[in-house]
């Protein structure tokens, strides 16, 4: 059964800097939520087939700079034509988003500080 708080890390095409999303996956476990990190450059039909096949609540993706902002667009795009029941919330977050210069992203939300994102532990049974 999927948690209510499983999260896919990703990171913007061409962010090549795959150790926050690590980190990440690691302080995520700690807190009790299943991570996926994601450390290669996908297209987001690949993208949309990996929510498909592990059906995550949340996709945080780590955009360091601001001319990343297209790929993050079409990765929201596509995610958002999956069918409601089975479609994430998106988070972006990164160094373009920390220091103001990315614009809003239709169908997801920049997180200047990853850390104010309330996830719940996953419910043991």
């Known amino acids: 059964s999927s948690a209510d708080n499983d999260v896919l890390l990703l990171n913007a095409a061409g962010n090549q800097h795959t150790l926050a999303v690590r980190i990440l996956a690691l302080w995520l476990a700690h807190q009790g939520v299943r991570a996926w990190p994601v450390t290669g450059d996908q297209t987001p039909d690949e993208t949309v087939e990996m929510i498909r096949r592990l059906r995550p609540k949340l996709v945080l993706v780590s955009m360091s700079l601001a001319e990343q902002r297209a790929s993050v667009v079409q990765v929201a795009a596509a995610i958002e034509v999956l069918p ?36 719940e532990p996953e419910k043991r049974a």
């Open 84 to 119: 409601a029941e089975m479609r994430p919330r998106i988070i972006v977050g990164g160094y373009a988003v920390k220091m103001g210069l990315v614009e809003p992203i239709a169908g997801a939300e920049l997180f200047a500080d990853i850390s104010e994102l309330q996830l």
